[in-house]
């Protein structure tokens, strides 16, 4: 059985444009193991299906690690939301500072030796891009702390806050499940907010669930 965790109506989504990443952190795609990336037909489906919704989130992987990050990015940029975020560890922000504009807010996590020492410390990115970057997108830095359960202190209230995501073609349960190999999605729909209370989510498997 599913767990009916959803409290709120489902509204807002986290799309996986990769599961790419040039940093090796416990949870990144929540472990997954297939590296893959969305296809332009895939956006594409999702923008033709998606509808209005309130908040939309950009993750991977590292989302600019996608070789064609500008042009998936401009078809994401038509869907009809409120606020769109991108989750990113500062790897390629410089390469597409011109499009950051685009952005409510564009969220770096920040890891060093000391905070995360089985990672790859990235302040000389998060720093260039902070002192460069003078638009308008909120720019907040995170910093990344390796703690018991992979920093999360309480039980797992992913799927009680409104969100799914979506990754290759299918609509998942939380807004992490995209991003794991054995979460099962269904295809992306019109129908994908009543889709995703269906969709099994891989609790027993997520980093993330304590």
């Not at 807002?12 to 997954?32: D, E, K, Q, W």
């Not at 979460?183 to 969709?199: I, V």
Request: charged share 20%.
């Amino acid at each position: 059985m599913n767990p009916q965790f959803h409290i709120k109506p489902i509204n807002n989504l986290s799309v996986y444009i990769t599961t790419l990443c040039n940093l090796h952190c416990a949870g990144c795609c929540a472990g997954t193991q297939v590296k893959n990336n969305i296809t332009l037909n895939e956006v594409s489906a999702l923008v033709e299906n998606v509808g209005e919704i309130n908040d939309l989130y950009i993750t991977g992987g590292e989302p600019t690690l996608h070789k064609h990050f500008r042009d998936i990015m401009a078809e994401i940029f038509k869907i009809k939301y409120q606020k769109i975020y991108l989750a990113t560890n500062a790897y390629n922000l410089m390469k597409y500072i011109d499009m950051m504009d685009n952005f409510t807010e564009i969220r770096i996590s920040h890891y060093t030796k000391e905070s995360y020492p089985n990672t790859i410390p990235n302040t000389d990115k998060v720093d260039e891009f902070v002192s460069n970057y003078k638009g308008s997108a909120r720019v907040v830095v995170q910093p990344i702390t390796l703690l018991q359960n992979n920093g999360r202190t309480g039980a797992c209230g992913r799927n009680s806050n409104g969100i799914a995501s979506y990754f290759r073609g299918k609509i998942y349960g939380c807004c992490v499940a995209g991003g794991m190999d054995m979460a099962k999605g269904l295809p992306m729909n019109k129908n994908w907010r009543e889709d995703a209370l269906k969709a099994e989510l891989p609790c027993a498997d997520c980093v993330f669930a304590i």
